[in-house]
């Protein structure tokens, strides 16, 4: 990687027309996310076009974006393959960290599925086994990406896909976004505990902030797949608002009664792909690949599960951990929007659906009774308290990441720390820790993080919460999660 030094005038946005190192002329911006902005520019030492990631100016003094950004670069910078978006250069210009990459045309997988609706097994197949070839040579170097999804991936031009799909070759898919990666070689900076990715593609022991290998990837790929033959997310009909408990218990819709069509085989594959406990799913992601191709291919052929541990999971289990300093950093971004490479597009409408209440979050409560007989009040009182602590840390890590990122919120912060110093009291019951998941999670339903104009809406229950010194009863359980306004929100 190389590092390069330029300008010396006072630090201003950028601007079309502007260069960038002295070497890379910005022309237009592209899209921008929670760490910066991505241009559309030209290399002017070979005149090849690049997209230029320019890290925002007013997280150069927070040394958890600074380090996640610095690590992206490591991460791209390690990877070389056909099947992930290739870096050009690293570097600081007038104090502002860059990425120079290449740039993508044409549409990400989400945009495909959004246009035209679910693909079929055999339009799948090739560009399954190009990501999963790119997603083998990050791992084997020791970096797990952690935040695979459709908006992440961009396709290949029609042509080569179909000529893919006649040869039953691999279409070159490209995979982006490194923002979260785990460099194993370089420890991490996370918290302890902090689940970082887009919710409702982790795993579920990405989720809870246990230790991850490979098989997290692998579980983001199951669901990809899901949504690229299905048209939908897994939990899109099991928990519409809030995906977290659904993701914790594997309570998905399966996929054969979404397409009553495919092959038995095709579903498994992608149902054993995201197994809701690890050891159950494949373990590498050329395995799945395989699995796939014989599903699609050769739909009679025994499916193959190999858990055995790889050098991957290994060397992560010895990497070092660098735990951030207590009280010096907050919480990063934990969820980044999406793949910043390339405008992004107003959502696609989605179909009205009649708002169900999330009766369903009770399960936890309902498991807890059904311990008692032979744990007695342990039993209960243990499953509340371990879904309750789960629940706020994942909703108030989102919260938390939208404020920090935006000034303009910052007269919200005094009710996001009354109710996180409630949580860290362990005063919040389930219901009040669930009720207010559930409208952080509402607030998510079309993106990766949450909109600066639900802020109040969603801290509106933070007050209340904090008003009862965390304790809800069921009424009041239901009157917060009632969702009154005329349009869905």
């Known amino acids: 990687m190389q590092v390069a030094t330029a300008f010396s005038t006072a630090p201003r946005p950028p601007g079309p027309g502007d260069r960038v190192a002295d070497r890379f002329a910005l022309e237009h911006e592209l899209g921008a996310g929670g ?11 070979t005149g090849a076009p690049v997209a230029i990631k320019l890290m925002r100016p007013e997280l150069a003094g927070d040394a958890r974006a600074v380090e996640r950004f610095r690590r992206e670069g490591a991460a791209l ?15 600081e210009s007038d104090g502002v960290l860059y990425i120079a990459m290449e740039r993508l045309e044409g549409e990400t997988l989400a945009e495909r599925v959004g246009r035209a609706g679910p693909l079929s097994p055999e339009e799948l197949l090739p560009i399954l086994r190009g990501l999963c070839d790119g997603l083998a040579a990050a791992h084997s170097q020791g970096i797990l990406h952690r935040d ?3 908006s992440n991936v961009y396709l290949p031009s029609p042509e080569a896909l179909a000529h893919a799909m006649r040869t039953h070759e691999r279409a070159h898919a490209k995979l982006v976004d490194f923002g979260v990666a785990r460099v194993a070689s370089l420890g991490t900076m996370t918290d302890t505990g902090q689940a970082v990715g887009t919710v409702r593609y982790m795993a579920p022991e990405q989720l809870t902030g246990s ?5 997290a990837d692998v579980y983001a790929l199951g669901v990809l797949m899901y949504e690229a033959l299905a048209g939908e997310h897994p939990f899109a009909r099991t928990a519409p608002d809030d995906p977290v408990g659904a993701i914790l218990v594997g309570r998905a819709t399966p ?12 579903t498994r594959v992608v149902h054993v792909a995201m197994a809701r ?3 159950e799913r494949f373990a590498s992601a050329p395995l799945l690949a395989e699995a796939f191709r014989r599903a699609v291919l050769e739909p009679d052929a025994p499916l193959d599960v190999r858990t055995a541990p790889t050098p991957l999971r290994r060397a992560i289990e010895l990497a070092p951990t660098e735990h951030a300093t207590p009280g010096s950093i907050r919480p990063g971004p934990a969820t980044p929007v999406e793949s910043e490479v390339r405008a992004k597009r107003a959502p696609a409408p989605s179909r009205a659906r009649v708002k169900r209440k999330p009766y369903w979050l009770l399960l936890p409560l309902v498991t807890g009774l059904c311990l008692v007989p032979t744990l007695g009040g342990l039993g209960f009182a243990g499953c509340g308290s371990w879904m309750t602590g789960l629940q706020m840390r994942v909703a108030l890590t989102n919260v938390r990441r939208v404020l920090d990122a935006d000034p303009a919120l910052a007269v919200h912060v005094p009710d996001l720390e009354r109710l996180e110093a409630l949580h860290e009291a362990d005063h919040v019951s389930f219901l009040a820790a ?6 952080v999670q509402h607030a998510m339903r079309t993106g990766s993080e949450i909109a600066a104009d639900e802020v109040p809406w969603i801290l509106e229950v933070a007050r209340d919460i904090v008003e009862r010194d965390g304790q809800y009863t069921v009424e009041r359980y239901s009157d917060m999660t009632a969702w009154t306004r005329e349009t869905p929100r």
């Open 35 to 45: 760490m910066g902005t991505v241009w559309a520019a030209t290399d002017l030492a």
């Open 77 to 91: 910078a390690a990877v070389r393959h056909p099947s992930v978006v290739q870096i050009r250069e690293v570097g």
């Open 148 to 150: 695979i999804k459709p």
């Open 211 to 215: 230790a991850v290998d490979e098989r």
């Open 255 to 266: 996929l054969s009664a979404l397409r009553p069509d495919l092959a038995p085989a095709v």
């Open 277 to 279: 406990l690890a050891t």
């Open 434 to 439: 669930t009720a207010f998941n559930a409208r």
